[in-house]
């Protein structure tokens, strides 16, 4: 069974604080994907990873930047969190391109006040 | 323009009735196409995948792809209340580095009514 980590289920920070958010997954899957979810707007892509240490931006990537060091692990950095990044994040992997089936972690719901 | 759009309902089936649940998108060279179930408070699962025009069967649902019209849609027979979920329609896509990425559509809520 894949399985796929997220650090926190719940998080609060303050506005302006540095945020991490990490995501794990345990069967050596190449791509990794970091999507936030809101109300009415649906899942959107901010940033995924095909390789170690090789990024690219998604469709909302602005506020954020993320690491990929080992394979297993993808986080995702808010440099200094806003409130209108307030919202809950997904993180997904799978073994091929995307059109594979994308494994999800079971999401981090932030709050930034 | 969105590019994977949904009709967001709330729709409303009765139990043992067809639930029909559409998407368009924009991006004519997509090729791949998914249906993911999300429960209340989890994560989305995959729950069909489809490549070619037509239909496809798997089970109580299937999913049928017109690349002409771009239109992929999700049938559901014999609905029962664990249906009762968000449907996300999702298209993949190529990025502006040419590697393959998934569009979400804002997805669609279902209610099956016993």
């Known amino acids: 069974d894949v399985k796929v980590t997220q650090s926190s289920r719940y998080l609060v920070k303050r506005t302006g604080e540095k945020v991490f958010l990490e995501c794990v997954q345990d069967m050596d899957h190449e791509n990794m994907f970091w999507y936030r979810q809101d109300p009415g707007l649906g899942l959107r892509l901010i940033y995924f990873s095909y390789d170690v240490k090789m990024k690219e931006k998604g469709d909302i990537p602005e506020g954020y930047s993320v690491s990929r060091e080992k394979k297993e692990r993808f986080s995702l950095i808010l440099e200094s969190a806003s409130t209108n990044q307030t919202s809950m994040y997904l993180c997904?992997?799978?073994?091929?391109?995307?059109?594979?089936?994308?494994?999800f972690g079971p999401g981090t719901r932030l709050t930034v006040t | 323009q969105k590019e994977v759009e949904q009709n967001s309902g709330p729709l409303s089936v009765p139990e043992g009735a067809i639930a029909s649940l559409n998407c368009t998108y924009s991006?004519?060279?997509?090729?791949?196409f998914f249906w993911y179930r999300q429960y209340s408070g989890k994560s989305p699962e995959l729950i069909m995948s489809i490549y070619s025009n037509g239909d496809k069967e798997d089970g109580r649902f299937t999913a049928q792809l017109n690349k002409a019209s771009q239109y992929v849609s999700l049938l559901i027979r014999d609905s029962q209340p664990s249906d009762s979920a968000t449907y996300l329609c999702?298209?993949?896509?190529?990025?502006?580095?040419?590697?393959?990425?998934?569009?979400f559509g804002t997805g669609t809520r279902l209610t099956i009514i016993p």
């Open positions: 997904a992997s799978t073994p091929g391109g995307a059109s594979r089936e994308q494994y």
């Open positions: 991006d004519r060279v997509s090729q791949s």
């Open positions: 999702a298209v993949a896509t190529i990025s502006n580095f040419g590697n393959e990425k998934l569009t």
